[in-house]
């Protein structure tokens, strides 16, 4: 396991402690990471929107690189999520991805 993904568990596990120590079960722990992907996905969103200025009421309120920091934090965060669901998320990953791109490559 690489450096990225060593932290990456250890962040599932600092937010399965926390969890535990509030008394979630740990299906809702998941079902609330999958919603946290979510969360980021629309702050990237609103990020490209700030970006193109496209909103009137706020202009030209973000910059490219906060797209690229929101979309970072999607990727950081639904990697949280599969290692809180699997503990061979590395593993899974590689071999997924594996799949998915020998389809293009």
Do not use: C, Y
């Not at 535990?20 to 609330?32: D, F, K, N, Q």
């Not at 909103?55 to 973000?62: A, D, E, F, L, Q």
Request: zero cysteines.
């Amino acid at each position: 396991m690489d450096d990225t993904w060593k932290t990456i568990a250890a962040l599932g596990a600092r937010f399965d402690e926390h969890d535990r120590e509030r008394g979630v079960a740990r299906e809702e722990s998941v079902t609330l990471q999958v919603l946290k992907i979510g969360e980021e996905f629309g702050e990237a969103a609103q990020a490209v929107i700030g970006a193109k200025g496209t909103n009137p009421r706020k202009g030209n309120s973000h910059t490219w690189g906060d797209v690229e920091a929101e979309v970072a934090d999607v990727i950081v965060t639904a990697m949280v999520a599969l290692v809180r669901m699997r503990p061979d998320a590395a593993a899974f990953f590689a071999e997924h991805l594996k799949e998915k791109s020998a389809r293009f490559l």
